[in-house]
């Protein structure tokens, strides 16, 4: 089993930065895919970024790329999602998800993670 726990969500301004951590337990973390994805109000969830087991695969959505850069440390359990430029459009509720089959291809559809965060509130101000 994986526990997920999401931290550095609040409130920004547009144009500023924030920075999402996931600390994850479980001594398999290091070769699961990992993923953020969001959920704003009125929307479906969709994926962020994501990171292969050991960094050398690494996706983002399209709004994102140039903007948001995903990394992991698998020493300290940790995966991070360094947003900057951030958009009123970014705010939602960021959550960290494990996806235990895959180790490289990083999928884009909730239903292939196994193991997800509780949240963490991003609110980008205009």
């Known amino acids: 089993q994986v526990s997920l726990v999401e931290s550095g969500g609040g409130l920004v301004q547009a144009g500023g930065s924030l920075r999402l951590s996931c600390a994850a337990s479980g001594r398999t973390f290091s070769s699961y895919v990992m993923s953020w994805f969001r959920q704003a109000p009125g929307k479906e969830r969709e994926i962020v970024a994501g990171?292969?087991?050991?960094?050398?695969?690494?996706y983002y959505i399209d709004s994102v790329k140039g903007r948001f850069t995903i990394s992991r440390d698998n020493t300290k359990n940790m995966m991070y999602l360094q947003m900057n430029s951030l958009k009123p459009e970014d705010t939602a509720a960021y959550y960290c998800a494990a996806d235990r089959h895959s180790t490289i291809r990083v999928y884009q559809n909730e239903g292939a993670y196994d193991y997800w965060g509780q949240g963490t509130q991003v609110t980008v101000s205009s």
């Open positions: 990171i292969s087991y050991n960094g050398g695969n690494r």
